[in-house]
């Protein structure tokens, strides 16, 4: 099967289910248009579905023949940023937009569900179809996963778009691949004061801000410290009594993400102390990392996505990304392999100028259908 003329020849419809998308942009955990049209072109396509967790969606589509049961996941939900890229397509809901390419991510999931649909006499075993709401919130895998979601799955795939990779191409990363993160909140507790008497408090700010200093020292290759919020004061002329830091770290598994914890956690005691102020610290894990550690199954997607879409549209990625990721569960609870299309925008994710290029869905498409029908037949 050309899964890659497939996708070509329903490039028109693809291209609306996206613009459709892009327009409707939804919060976490909000996305109930999204989903109500991603159920209107499951209904399409004569797809079984259900909601869950209010905006998620699990579908499933039974081959005709015998094999694997394999998963795609595609989150669904929007940033909260003003679009500027003055698309004809553009978000028409202010102060929402598809700044991370969560609208290609779903229709390339449906475009692959068309292409599945289309050959359902001669696929083998089962598709199931996971639109997650909240990747870029609390995350919602985790969530579907404890639901029961990937019961009798044997493997799960997924994808990003990636803005430095050519439109058309695919990125392949062996190993670590996204980083696990998790979120702290800190207070510092000193004593206010008039600003004109320091001797008779303790300065939460001073404390706070040595504090700060010595959580940065921590960054280095492979492991990131992000103070991005410090609020402390009421007025010019009072030492202030408390500081509140909020702030997120980065590495690279779940066992050096605790050890990263432990150490903010012993300098959050310590170095408010000096000040003879009281440091308090809590973590809120966030998500596991992606670590495609099942070399003999990334072997298999590469060796497919060099027969789907050719060999010099197959790109062995290097170099790890500090972004975080909430598709390490899946591949936590079951085995499986996550991978990028190439967007090729001069702006990055998050930005509100990101604009993923129209042959970015085209591949997803391709290389959906391609992998996961392969794999339900056995050729791996």
């Known amino acids: 099967m050309n899964f890659l003329e497939q996708a070509n020849n329903l490039r028109e419809k693809l291209l609306e289910i996206r613009k459709n998308f892009h327009r409707i942009p939804e919060i976490g955990n909000h996305e109930f248009k999204t989903a109500d049209l991603i159920e209107k072109y499951l ?7 259900k909601r869950v967790l209010n905006t998620g969606i699990i579908a499933k589509l039974d081959g005709k023949k015998p094999g694997r049961n394999s998963a795609l996941r595609t989150d669904i939900d929007a940033l909260p940023i003003n679009e500027s890229t003055n698309c004809e397509f553009a978000s028409q809901n202010p102060g929402f937009m598809h700044a991370c390419g969560h609208d290609v991510h779903m229709t390339g999931v449906l475009g692959a569900a068309m292409i599945l649909a289309n050959n359902r006499e001669n696929l083998s075993g089962s598709v199931t179809f996971l639109f997650q709401p909240d990747e870029e919130g609390d995350g919602g895998a985790d969530r579907l996963i404890k639901l029961g979601a990937l019961d009798g799955i044997d493997a799960v795939f997924g994808a990003h778009v990636d803005p430095a990779l050519k439109a058309g191409d695919i990125g392949i990363k062996y ?3 996204y980083a696990s993160s998790a979120m702290f909140n800190i207070k510092v507790i000193g004593k206010s004061s008039h600003g004109a008497q320091r001797n008779k408090g303790v300065d939460s700010i001073e404390a706070a801000s040595h504090l700060i200093i010595e959580l940065l020292k921590m960054n280095q290759p492979g492991q990131v410290v992000t103070v991005g919020k410090f609020i402390s004061g009421t007025a010019r002329n009072i030492l202030a009594g408390e500081a509140d830091l909020q702030g997120i770290i980065r590495t690279f598994g779940v066992n050096e993400r605790e050890k990263l914890c432990n150490q903010a956690e012993k300098l959050t005691r310590e170095i408010p102390a000096k000040f003879g102020a009281k440091g308090e610290c809590e973590f809120i894990s966030g998500a596991p990392g992606v670590i ?3 070399d003999k199954i990334n072997s298999f997607v590469e060796k ?8 010099e549209h197959v790109k062995i990625l290097d ?24 967007a090729e925008s001069e702006y990055p994710l998050h930005s ?15 290389i959906h259908s391609a992998v996961v029908t392969n794999f339900n037949m056995g050729l791996i």
């Open 43 to 49: 209904d399409e396509l004569n797809i079984p579905h």
């Open 175 to 177: 190993g670590n691949f």
């Open 292 to 294: 495609n550690d099942n």
């Open 304 to 311: 497919i996505a060099r027969e789907t879409l050719g060999s």
């Open 319 to 342: 170099t790890p990304t500090m972004i975080s990721e909430d598709f390490g569960f899946y591949i936590m609870a079951k085995t499986g392999c996550f991978y990028h299309i190439g």
């Open 352 to 366: 509100d100028k990101f604009l993923p290029k129209d042959d970015s869905i085209i591949t997803a498409s391709a």
